[in-house]
């Protein structure tokens, strides 16, 4: 990295700091700590969505997959884009209407007491396990990549991270991942754009592509490529929706406002993927041995195939750009998994069962505490998070997913397809999935598949491949089947828990009022706008420090974008200053 590329970064962090500071006067409460009062506007709620989405991963592992095997990877994302329409068309809408604060309240509304405390605990370590592979995924990167010492990296973003989710909760959150969206749009649109034009244009690109067959490399079977596709994309539709995920659309002020946002993150999963990969789609056509430009990276030296084109086509400067952008999809899904797990805990544990009476100070106070414990934890455990040679950056996410989080996704995804399961539906589906996950990884063999296929053995690819889709077809098949069987066992219930489920049918029916609407701060507009506006004007002003005009254009070009995109913000304080609630200082 050249000095300019640091400075770039430390600027990045800064100013990162400074929103989150900016922001921090929005929480008043622990409704405000956890999902901002259900005050936010749909551009915020759906740009916490979308960020969410992915991390680092995606610039390294995801890149690596474009690098290998072309078009491919795009049916994830596009899993996601589709799973973000289904939330517009149905779920966003159902979740905000259950009127509830946190994920693991619509999970107690739904299956009782008993099931919202074995999610609870499951979800904590699930999160931390989560957020500890992105983060060492990018520390690992960035040390071999860009010589920055893995411990930094680990220890500096994750206390920034910790820092932001615990100043202000849900709105530090928020509003630090709509600044880093546009951030992260920008580049990686206009860094798309110039490698699009370098090559030639998309038609030459297809043809330069070095490989024979649509399905990338090491892949002789279309039914294993075909099957992988269906299964990502049902997967990213089912991570979407799930109860535990809904947090997403808790935070709007009304059910039209979540399904906004809902649409907003799918269009943007449309458009944004293709544009993603453009750069090491290109860097592939040029037939570079990554290997021998990254040693330290050994066998994962595909993971720099975006890096290789920005280090080598692009101006200095834009390296630094791009690993703030990396650094902007890692923080943004840790940044609200850590207050996700926050308010779990505050709500679902605190003051459901440590002290009922807890004042808003103290539930304030307690939720600041768990976020920094919770961010802690995250650090330590990407510190002790041992490197797996088997599997590949991209694997390890996937196979994470099949086998630990689609056990908990499966019943909460089907919790408001069907109302008529019994309460102990919910805990006993996660049993049915974890077994399943355990078959399949200690006693299923993929090479039982092989007289289906007439072969002597798969390859890597072909083997990792069918172990997800498998997985994920059991789970649909068999923990979701257990699931929908348990309605042969339901019963109406009756007492309190059966006011609970009335009041949950009546709210799924009923649009939320006016009266229940959180007033909208018409400064978040403002600020963000504002905020955008500088940011935008400072990345233009990059351009200063090129000696030819076509190196100049590309740090314009971008910060052109977030002017463009902060002055829309700012004008939005107009719009939200006639909503019915407003706040206007």
Request: hydrophobic fraction near 55%.
């Amino acid at each position: 990295m050249e000095l300019i590329d640091g400075t770039i970064v430390i600027g990045y962090f800064t100013f990162v700091l400074f929103a989150a500071l900016a922001f921090k006067r929005f929480t008043t409460d622990s409704s405000g700590f956890i999902r901002g009062g259900g005050a936010m506007m749909w551009w915020m709620a759906g740009a916490t969505a979308f960020m969410t989405q992915f991390s680092a991963w995606t610039f390294t592992g995801a890149a690596a997959k474009a690098y290998e095997d072309g078009l491919t990877v795009l049916f994830i994302f596009w899993g996601n884009a589709l799973g973000f329409l289904v939330a517009a068309r149905y779920f966003a809408a159902r979740y905000r209407k259950m009127r509830v604060e946190t994920a693991m309240e619509a999970i107690k509304v739904r299956f009782g007491r008993v099931s919202e405390q074995v999610y609870t605990w499951l979800s904590f370590p699930l999160t931390i396990m989560s957020a500890a592979i992105w983060l060492n995924g990018l520390a690992l990167f960035t040390a071999a990549v860009f010589n920055i010492d893995l411990v930094v990296t680990i220890v500096g973003v994750g206390l920034l991270v910790t820092f932001i989710a615990a100043s202000g909760g849900s709105w530090t959150v928020s509003a630090t991942n709509v600044i880093q969206l546009i951030l992260l749009v920008a580049i990686t649109m206009s860094v798309g754009a110039f490698a699009l034009l370098e090559v030639g244009g998309p038609v030459t690109l297809i043809e330069s592509y070095p490989t024979d067959s649509y399905m990338g490399s090491n892949m002789s079977y279309w039914q294993v490529f075909w099957l992988w596709v269906v299964m990502m994309i049902l997967k990213q539709t089912m991570n979407t929706n799930n109860a535990l995920s809904c947090y997403r659309f808790l935070v709007t002020t009304n059910e039209r406002e979540a399904k906004k946002a809902a649409l907003f993150a799918g269009i943007l999963f449309i458009l944004g993927p293709v544009m993603w990969f453009v750069p090491p789609w290109v860097t592939a056509t040029l037939g570079v041995d990554l290997m021998a430009y990254y040693p330290k990276l050994a066998e994962s030296a595909n993971n720099a195939a975006y890096v290789y084109y920005i280090d080598h086509y692009l101006p200095a400067g834009m390296l630094g750009l791009v690993l703030a952008a990396m650094l902007a999809a890692t923080i943004a899904p840790m940044t609200t998994a850590l207050n996700r797990n926050a308010g779990i805990f505050v709500r679902n544990v605190y003051q459901a069962v440590l002290n009922p009476k807890a004042t808003e100070h103290k539930q304030l106070v307690v939720g600041k505490v768990s976020t920094v414990i919770n961010g802690l934890l995250c650090i330590l455990a990407a510190l002790l998070f041992a490197s797996i040679d088997e599997y590949s950056f991209f694997d390890i996410m996937m196979l994470f997913g099949a086998l630990l989080q689609t056990p908990l996704t499966i019943p909460s995804l089907l919790a408001l397809v069907t109302l008529k399961t019994p309460d102990w539906s919910g805990w006993a589906t996660i049993a049915v999935g974890l077994s399943v996950s355990f078959f399949m990884q200690f006693v299923f063999q993929v090479d039982w598949l092989l007289p289906l296929f007439d072969a002597a053995s798969f390859t890597n690819r072909e083997s990792v491949d069918l172990l997800v889709s498998i997985t994920l077809l059991a789970h649909i098949v068999i923990t979701g089947g257990f699931f929908l069987s348990t309605r042969w066992f339901y019963q109406e219930s009756s007492g309190e828990r059966g006011k609970e489920i009335t009041q949950l049918k009546v709210n799924l029916e009923s649009p939320i009022g006016l009266s229940e609407e959180a007033k909208v701060d018409t400064r978040q507009g403002a600020y963000l706008g504002r905020m955008c506006q500088i940011l935008g004007v400072l990345v233009a002003s990059i351009a200063m420090t090129t000696d030819s005009m076509s190196d100049a254009s590309v740090f314009i070009s971008i910060g052109l974008a977030i002017l463009l995109a902060g002055t829309h913000l700012y004008r939005q304080r107009n719009v939200l200053a006639t909503s019915p609630n407003p706040i206007t200082d």
